[in-house]
């Protein structure tokens, strides 16, 4: 059967029609999801900058002062954007300029004085500007919502609403609809092309399967899963490491606010590798012992985080001895030597043992097989090392020494792992990536007081400084930005 000329042009018009229709409907759609995307690139782009940059002076909340100023409302206090760009790029040319906010600003804060980022464009500060702003506003895109104050049932809701992967489902659904509109239209023009040539000869028209399943589409989604999937396999293994604020729950409740806080005890003590080697090291329970073999009851937990090291090693604190034969010990004779020593200082407390007592000691009991044993693997043995699980990892591509740092640079722990005399929980404090440790570089300057280590630097920077012919020696000055220093 042959259709008509006139048939033909009414298929093709109404084709025509709802062609437009839709392209109309998706561009329209694009068009928003441009613009929500243009502004979540500025805030995802202004949010690298704040952490490898300003995150470690300035208050994350926005509103809250810390070693620098509360960052929310900067631009309306500054009321000039040309002078606080210059502020953020060199705040002491600011200051020597007269310019009335920066000359307060310094006057709150001095002698701190604001790190300089000659290299930052107008661009980068508009987009880190665009996230202090959102931040302190609770309205950056792709942010959930806060829980509810009652911390109900629905105090997770909003997670999925704000979740930016929902936005490119959406566009995914959107895209893929446009295909099999398009694709539904072409075999249909194919069609009436054929039928107008060939007559009943014509093939049949492709089944929207038939198409799904043809050469074409298998080759493009094929390509499509090696592209996307080479995508993620590279950013997954750029952001190794990079798990800023990652706290994991330790197999032992220690507190480096008591230890290293209230106790002032030297990170070196513990950590003495990282004054004469590349690694800190976690220290072995040989160092815990030091000082508790005599301090057997902690200030907090009472027996129960300290009896683990003592489980762990096989150390009678009754008999303030190591246990004979300890790893031929079976898993009752370490309970019992371990419960006795448990409900031994709550009945010095008690002077009974009660109901409370023994639920006590049931608890104690079960954290010590908790931390020390793993089920996942089905190792059931309490004797062995304790498995601290690590915080901080490089790659391996990349090569760091905590003695270059500490006993050269004489760089303080905290300027990388944060205020650790005051975390119950240590966590990664720093992205640890390479353009913070990059601007680290540019940013510190080299001690040359009483360090022989940079005697071999004397005569081509120190003397110049003597002539005031510089101010001072950065890191960078000294190759700490060449390539080779790190990726060798």
Not at 293 to 308: F, P, R
Not at 364 to 380: C, F, P, R, Y
Not at 412 to 440: F, R
Request: hydrophobic share 35%.
């Amino acid at each position: 059967m042959f259709l008509s000329r006139f048939e033909v042009y009414n298929l093709a018009k109404m084709i025509y029609k709802r062609l437009n229709y839709s392209i109309l409907v998706l561009l329209f759609t694009f068009s928003l999801s441009a613009l929500f995307a243009q502004d979540q690139a500025a805030v995802e782009a202004g949010k690298a900058l704040f952490k490898n940059n300003c995150a470690s002076c300035h208050n994350k909340n926005m509103k809250d002062k810390l070693t620098g100023p509360a960052l929310g409302g900067a631009q309306e206090r500054w009321g000039d954007d040309e002078a606080l760009y210059k502020w953020i790029r060199n705040s002491q040319a600011e200051i020597a300029s007269g310019h009335p906010r920066a000359v307060a600003i310094w006057n709150e804060f001095k002698p701190t004085v604001m790190t300089s980022f000659p290299s930052l464009s107008d661009g980068d500060i508009a987009n880190i500007l665009a996230y202090i702003n959102c931040t302190a506003a609770g309205n950056c895109p792709g942010n959930p919502p806060p829980p509810p104050v009652d911390g109900g049932n629905n105090a997770g809701a909003g997670n999925a609403a704000g979740n930016n992967n929902l936005l490119y489902v959406f566009l995914f659904l959107i895209l893929a609809l446009l295909a099999v509109i398009l694709s539904r239209i072409i075999s249909n023009l194919n069609h009436i092309s054929a039928v107008k040539e060939l007559g009943a000869d014509a093939p049949a028209r492709k089944s929207l399967a038939e198409i799904l399943t043809s050469k074409g589409v298998v080759s493009f989604a094929i390509f499509a899963v090696i592209l996307f999937g080479g995508y993620f396999t590279v950013r997954n293994a750029i952001n190794l490491g990079r798990q800023q604020g990652y706290q994991p729950t330790q197999p032992i409740k220690f507190s480096h606010a008591t230890h290293a806080g209230v106790n002032k005890i030297d990170c070196n003590y513990c950590h003495d590798g990282a004054r004469r080697s590349k690694h800190s090291v976690i220290p072995a329970a040989n160092t815990c012992m030091n000082c508790h073999k005599a301090i057997k009851v902690g200030s907090t937990y009472g027996t129960a985080e300290l009896t683990k090291i003592y489980a762990s090693i096989g150390f009678d604190p009754k008999g303030d001895t190591l246990i004979k034969d300890y790893d031929k010990k079976t898993d009752k004779e370490i309970e019992a030597i371990y419960k006795g020593w448990i409900s031994e200082n709550y009945i010095k407390e008690k002077n009974t043992m009660d109901a409370e007592g023994e639920a006590l000691l049931a608890s104690q009991w079960d954290g010590i097989v908790a931390s020390l044993t793993d089920k996942k693997s089905g190792d059931t043995k309490i004797q062995g090392p304790i498995e601290w699980i690590r915080i901080h990892n490089l790659p391996d591509h990349v090569f760091f020494s905590h003695q270059q740092h500490v006993s050269v640079g004489k760089v303080a722990c905290q300027t990388c792992h944060g205020k650790v005399e005051e975390m119950d929980e240590v966590k990664q404090y720093a992205p640890l990536s390479m353009g913070w440790c990059i601007n680290c570089h540019r940013q510190t300057e080299v001690k040359f007081a009483d360090n022989k280590y940079y005697d071999n630097y004397y005569e081509m920077y120190h003397k110049q400084m003597e002539n005031n012919e510089r101010s001072k020696v950065t890191v960078e000055d000294i190759g700490g930005t060449e390539c080779q220093k790190c990726h060798y």
